[in-house]
């Protein structure tokens, strides 16, 4: 055993030392971009090496950027296929740090033909057949079968997050043991010979990668399944664990970037719970169940155990139903698998045969959809946890010592675990208590935590505003990602000081924006101009927007409540106040305007009877109107504010104002980003936590 793992612990090095060195040698062409001028427009020539949900992978032929670099291209129209090769003008922005990307691009006019690529035309033509269809079931299959999740629903896709059954649509381990499986049966029946068997059953594991793509976890699972298969085929026992971390290395020496995919570790985590703690657990389940009730529960359990601790950072929580979901819904997975991958084969060559497999996929697949939409909807589906290197810390500790308690049976590991388990739920507090039976597919307002700044996103019918963008681009992206964010409708920038517009670049961070409000202040300061120029080099609407202004998002109606313009003394003054009116609630967003401001604006800020919300002005400072918050009477108050800082936000008057009115106070600081909804006329909320 020490020798083993000494062996594993030489490849660990060995493996870090080989991403480094290819890290390095892949960081050298990408100089010439990393220099380049933000927003800039360059044309050059480049084939789409990968299509997602949002946005397409590209290799760099020949033109104004290196060749061999790669980019993600977001292409609004969705013109583009994997394959395609072109020339384009392209507007560039800046990757993120450690990102496989070396530019994200934003394709603005394509220039001359698109040719297709030869190569991949018939795997283009499989992939269109399952695309091209409708309803969650169908959908559902496509994902199942080669990862094509792009038409599923936005409520399905959060009620999967919910459940814990978005790695359905991610193709993985178990679709490549599926495709393996099938293929090595169907030829034992026939009589193939081991040989033969071997290189066929490898041939096809390969078409399926092809098919599916190259993502990180497709990559570690074909690997590792081709080196089981191997052994397993011609009789050679293989240590599991030293496999998967063999494979693991191997790939990443490869493609170093597939260390800061989370696909990757969760399938490399799953798989490694399933190898060291399923044969016990299962083996304790039998004592009571039957066997294969053990094994699936074992299994499920057991790939849920290991990725928590990423689970943790990705959802904010642990999904309370994923074993029962799980459980209810694996039965059906390779049948639905088996019969879309059919499909898909069949597709260019016998369409109505494939439309009958996919019709009858479909129907397991309801199944599954229904599950999903029922517990999500259960009461406390997802049960928080403290995020960070604390949430990270407990969770993966737990991991180990119940792994070890299970496979040794020992007490005092037992009793870790149970410890472990009391210190992660005492870490909740009124988290959890605040948070139970709160939906976050529901959320309508989200202030983000961006520090001593301000940044407000809004949502109605998959449309989304944002309201201000903090002072740090890498807060703003981040919670926006978090979000799954990919284009804003309307932008509101309510005037030009840093800790409202300093972020700006991390919204823009391969995202789209239709339209953007600008206040009518002449600001002369030199930040405010060259924001200003950037909006204007943007392919967008630029509004300076007058008071009174109107428009819709969603369900909301908008109207901008307060634009002084040049008749406001600071810019804090002229800043953009909004109102967001739905037929469930009110949004009042008072960027930094002053006492002065808001008594202006009184007659258009009258109470309602819906559920009334208010971004507090200017962090909670001091300089706010009593009157302004009596009148509006805000069920829920909302300031954002940075922890410690040395303004003294949120101060006593406005923290004592806002108590005299009737407002609940949450504040970024204490709380971190704050989500809320309205649910059958109330208010429901739910926090981070804070940092």
Not at 244 to 268: A, C, N, Q, R
Not at 305 to 322: D, K, M, N, R, Y
């Amino acid at each position: 055993m020490i020798r083993r793992f000494s062996f594993l612990i030489a490849l660990l090095a060995f493996g870090i030392l080989g991403s480094y060195v290819f890290q390095s040698s892949w960081h050298k062409p990408l100089a010439a971009i990393e220099s380049a001028q933000e927003f800039e427009l360059v044309s050059t020539k480049f084939c789409v090496i990968g299509v997602q949900t949002n946005f397409q992978s590209i290799e760099i032929d020949s033109g104004a950027l290196p060749k061999g670099s790669s980019g993600r291209l977001i292409d609004q129209e969705n013109r583009l296929k994997q394959g395609d090769c072109l020339s384009a003008l392209l507007q560039l922005s800046p990757a993120r740090p450690l990102e496989r990307f070396a530019f994200h691009a934003k394709l603005k006019q394509v220039e001359g033909a698109i040719a297709n690529s030869s190569e991949l035309q018939l795997v283009l033509n499989m992939r269109n057949f399952l695309s091209n269809v409708s309803g969650d079931p169908k959908n559902l299959v496509s994902g199942l079968a080669v990862g094509i999740d792009s038409g599923l629903s936005e409520s399905f896709q959060e009620n999967m997050k919910t459940t814990g059954l978005t790695h359905l649509t991610a193709v993985s381990g178990a679709n490549c043991a599926i495709v393996l499986g099938m293929v090595w049966l169907l030829l034992r029946l026939l009589g193939v010979g081991r040989g033969v068997r071997t290189i066929i059953s490898l041939l096809a594991l390969c078409g399926y990668v092809l098919l599916v793509g190259w993502q990180p976890s497709v990559l570690r699972s074909a690997f590792m399944m081709s080196v089981v298969f191997v052994s397993l085929e011609f009789g050679r026992r293989i240590w599991l664990p030293g496999a998967l971390i063999v494979g693991s290395l191997v790939l990443l020496i490869v493609d170093p970037w597939l260390i800061f995919e989370y696909g990757f570790w969760l399938s490399v985590m799953a798989t490694f719970g399933l190898v060291i703690l399923t044969p016990k657990l299962s083996e304790l389940f039998q004592k009571q169940l039957p066997k294969w009730l053990s094994v699936t529960l074992a299994a499920t359990i057991s790939a849920q155990i290991w990725c928590l601790p990423i689970l943790v950072e990705l959802q904010g929580g642990f999904a309370t139903h994923s074993i029962v979901a799980n459980l209810l819904v694996e039965p059906m997975v390779p049948l639905v698998t088996v019969l879309g991958l059919l499909a898909a084969i069949l597709g260019p060559f016998i369409p109505g045969l494939a439309s009958l497999l996919l019709t009858i996929a479909a129907i397991p697949a309801s199944w599954i959809v229904w599950v999903a939409n029922s517990l999500a909807q259960a009461p406390a589906g997802l049960l928080p946890i403290p995020d960070g290197g604390v949430g990270f810390a407990l969770t993966a500790a737990f991991a180990v010592f119940i792994t070890i308690a299970i496979n040794r049976q020992r007490f005092r590991f037992v009793f870790l675990a149970l410890l472990l388990g009391g210190l992660w739920f005492g870490s909740l507090g009124g988290i959890a208590i605040r948070s139970l039976g709160f939906n976050l597919s529901n959320w309508s307002i989200l202030a983000c935590d961006v520090e001593q700044g301000d940044a407000l996103v809004l949502r109605s019918e998959n449309q989304v505003a944002v309201v201000d963008v903090g002072k740090d681009p890498q807060l703003i992206d981040g919670c926006l990602d978090q979000q799954g964010i990919e284009h804003v409708e309307l932008l509101v920038l309510t005037h030009f000081d840093q800790d409202h517009v300093g972020g700006l670049t991390g919204l823009l961070n391969g995202r789209s924006v239709s339209k953007a409000l600008i206040s009518a202040f002449p600001d002369e300061r030199p930040d405010a101009i060259k924001m200003v120029e950037t909006l204007n080099r943007l392919n967008l609407e630029l509004v300076v927007a007058p008071e009174n202004l109107t428009g819709r998002l969603g369900e909301f109606t908008w109207n901008v409540i307060s634009s002084p313009g040049s008749s406001g003394a600071t810019a804090n003054e002229a800043s953009l106040g909004m109102k967001f009116e739905s037929t469930s609630m009110v949004i009042y967003t008072l960027a930094d305007m002053n006492e002065r401001a808001q008594d202006r604006v009184l007659a258009k800020a009258q109470g309602s009877n819906k559920p009334t919300v208010v971004k507090v002005s200017h962090h909670g400072s001091a300089d706010q109107s009593a009157t302004f918050y009596q009148q509006i009477d805000a069920d829920v108050a909302l300031i954002s504010v940075g922890r410690g800082n040395s303004y003294g936000h949120p101060t006593k008057r406005a923290l004592q104002l806002l108590a005299q009115s009737g407002s609940k106070v949450f504040r970024t600081d204490l709380e971190g980003a704050v989500a809320l909804g309205v649910s059958n006329g109330v208010i429901e909320v739910m926090s981070s936590g804070g940092r």
